[in-house]
C-alpha cells in the first residue's frame, strides 16, 4: 500500500465509503502525498507527455489564436492572459514567444497561472522567467478584464463522480475497504442525480459520469467572457458525450489499476463536452487535428523541417503526425473555444 493508501483506507475505516471524486482529488491534490503536489510528472522519465511537451507548434499556434482573437476584439489595452493548470510552462513559453511580433499584445497582457501544485509552480517560474506571471489557486480570483484563456488536459485532472443505473435506480460508485485494499462499491440507492442530458438519457446498466468540477470551472470562465469579453481554449480528451466509466490511471507511461497506487500515479476521466459547451454564451468545437490544421500546423511544420535533418527531422515529423493523425491525438482530443454573445468566431473553426 501507498502512504496515501493507508490514510484513506483509515479514513474510510472511520467514516465510511468515499466518492470517486475524493478519491481522485486526495490523489492528485493531498498536500503531503498528492501525485501533482509532490512531483514533476512530464515527459519520457515521468509518466506522461501532453501536446506542448510533444511539440513547440502546439504552443505556437494557441498563442497567435489567441493574439488574433484578441485583435479581433478590438485589441483592449488591458486583458488577462491566463492559463489553468500550466504543467512545466512550456505551453505559455511558446504561446508568448510566438506572439512578440504581435504589436501591443504583451504589453496589454497581465499573464496569470491557475496551478494548485507548488512544485510544478516552482517549474514554471523557471521556464517562464522574465515574464513575471502571477499564480492562483482559484479561476474566481482572476481580475475583472477582458480574458484570453487556455487550458490544455486541465479538466482531465478534475475529480469526477461516477452513478449507474440498475434495476433499484440509481447508486454511487463508491470506493471501500475489503481485506486491507481499496475497492469498489455502490451506494444505496439515490433519491437524486445531477439533472444533464447524460442522466436524463441513461438506459439501464450504464455507467454516467458526472464532472462538476469541470463545469463549475467553465462556468466561471464563460461568465467572465461574457461580461468582460475574450475567449477560453479547453483541449482535452474526450467527446461531446461519453458513456461508461473513462476514469483512468497512468504510471510510467502504462496504464495501472486506478486503486492500485494512489497519489503514484496520474488519474484521469474523459472530459464530455456537450454539458459544458451549454455553459457558453456562444463555443465552437471540433477536433485538435481540425483546429490545428486550420490553424496552420502543415506551413509551420514545413517551415520547421528546413532546418532540420536526420534523427531530428524523424522526430519533427513524427511529432507533427502525433499532434494531428486521427490515430493519434487529432481526433481523441477536442477543442471547445467559449466566447462571449456576437463575437467574431474564435481562430481555428470553421
Ligand atoms: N497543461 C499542461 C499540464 C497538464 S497536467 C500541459 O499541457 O502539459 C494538469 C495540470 O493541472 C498540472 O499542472 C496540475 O498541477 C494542474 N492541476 C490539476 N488540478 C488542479 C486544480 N484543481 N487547480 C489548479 N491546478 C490543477
Known amino acids: ?40 510528472p512530464f515527459g519520457t522519465k515521468g509518466d506522461f507527455t501532453t501536446a506542448p511537451e510533444i511539440s513547440q507548434m502546439f504552443g505556437e499556434l494557441l498563442g497567435l489564436a489567441l493574439a488574433q482573437a484578441w485583435l479581433d476584439r478590438g485589441a483592449p489595452s488591458r486583458f488577462t492572459l491566463a492559463e489553468l493548470g500550466p504543467g512545466r510552462g512550456t505551453l505559455m513559453a511558446d504561446i508568448l514567444r510566438a506572439t512578440r511580433g504581435v504589436p501591443g499584445f504583451h504589453a496589454a497582457a497581465q499573464l496569470v497561472l491557475v496551478e494548485a501544485s507548488p512544485v510544478l509552480r516552482k517549474v514554471q517560474s523557471a521556464t517562464l522567467s522574465g515574464h513575471a506571471p502571477a499564480w492562483t489557486d482559484r479561476i474566481e480570483s482572476l481580475p475583472d478584464a477582458p480574458l484570453f484563456l487556455i487550458a490544455n488536459e ?32 455502490l451506494s444505496d440507492p439515490l433519491l437524486q442525480v445531477p439533472d444533464t442530458p447524460a442522466f436524463r438519457n441513461a438506459a439501464d446498466g450504464t455507467l454516467v459520469e458526472d464532472n462538476l468540477a469541470a463545469r463549475l470551472a467553465v462556468a466561471e470562465v464563460s461568465t467572465r467572457i461574457a461580461r468582460h469579453g475574450g475567449v477560453g481554449y479547453w483541449i482535452d480528451y474526450g467527446g461531446w458525450r461519453s458513456q461508461g466509466d473513462t476514469l483512468q490511471a497512468l504510471r510510467q507511461h502504462a496504464p495501472d489499476d486506478p486503486l492500485a497506487h494512489p497519489g503514484q500515479a496520474d488519474l484521469t476521466a474523459h ?18 487535428g481540425a483546429v490545428l490544421t486550420r490553424l496552420g500546423i502543415e506551413a509551420r511544420a514545413e ?19 502525433r499532434l494531428t493523425h486521427p490515430e493519434e ?18 481562430p481555428g473553426f470553421a
Not at 485532472?157 to 486491507?180: K, N, S, T, Y
Open 1 to 40: 500500500m501507498t502512504p496515501l493508501a493507508r490514510l484513506l483506507a483509515e479514513r474510510i475505516r472511520e467514516t465510511g465509503p468515499i466518492t470517486v471524486a475524493d478519491y481522485m482529488a486526495e490523489c492528485l491534490l493531498h498536500p503531503v502525498h498528492g501525485y501533482y503536489t509532490t512531483r514533476d
Open 154 to 185: 486541465f479538466l482531465d485532472a478534475l475529480p469526477i463522480r461516477q452513478f449507474l443505473h440498475g434495476p433499484q435506480g440509481w447508486q454511487e460508485r463508491l470506493i471501500g475497504v475489503r481485506d486491507a485494499a481499496l475497492t469498489f462499491g
Open 271 to 288: 472530459v464530455d463536452f456537450e454539458p459544458l459547451a451549454a455553459l457558453a454564451q456562444a463555443f465552437a468545437y471540433d477536433s485538435q
Open 303 to 321: 517551415r520547421l523541417a528546413q532546418n532540420l535533418t536526420g534523427a531530428a527531422l524523424e522526430s519533427h515529423r513524427a511529432a507533427h503526425r
Open 329 to 346: 491525438m487529432g481526433s481523441l482530443f477536442k477543442v471547445l473555444a467559449v466566447t462571449s454573445a456576437g463575437a467574431p468566431p474564435p
